[in-house]
């Protein structure tokens, strides 16, 4: 047996073609023209490979690409990627359902404000395990709890959290009105 044949092969939790991936977002050509789809490898809580998808800002592309090589050799458990148009661009039930994303043509909840997702430039790891613990003790998911030493959680020390910071994303638990532990945005200067 070759080294090639030894290796298993993913377990596919998504295969979309880019219309596919964004059928159905309300996100102008504009916003559409700067996006792309990327598969990404990762040990999911089932201890198997998996590869799904997520859509991203093509100018961050190269970053993510990177930081799920790292979440692949780390082992560090996602639990899926699907591009949120599976969810019916819902952020609420991909959230329940503990699903990676990037891309999502939405504002940030409560404002009228666009979010970094609506562009591209924002993606959500495990949100259940890392949900958003508001400054009234509110968190969302609904149901969720942060763990620290769960597997999944994403902690201040933790090396992919690092990895973001040091490739110039800001980690949404220093937001100041709320910890957001799932949530990672790039501001791009142009």
Known sequence: MTSEQ????????????????IAGTK???EVLGDLCLVDVRYYSFDGMLHQGQLVV??????????????IERLKFP??????????????NASMMDNNTSAFNYRTVAGTKRLSRH?????VDINPFRNPVVYNN???????????????????ADHPVVQEFLQRGWQWGANFKSMKDYHHFDKIMVR
């Open 6 to 21: 030894n290796v298993t092969a993913p377990i596919i939790d998504s295969r979309m073609t880019f219309q596919e991936a």
């Open 27 to 29: 996100a102008p050509t």
């Open 57 to 70: 800002h093509k100018d961050v592309r190269a970053d993510v690409v990177e930081i799920f090589r790292l």
């Open 78 to 91: 996602v639990n899926k990627a699907v591009p949120i148009v599976v969810y019916g661009w819902s952020d």
């Open 118 to 122: 609506a562009c591209g430039l924002a």
């Open 137 to 155: 003790g509110r968190i969302s998911p609904s149901g969720a709890a942060y763990r620290p030493s769960d597997p999944g959680v994403l902690t």
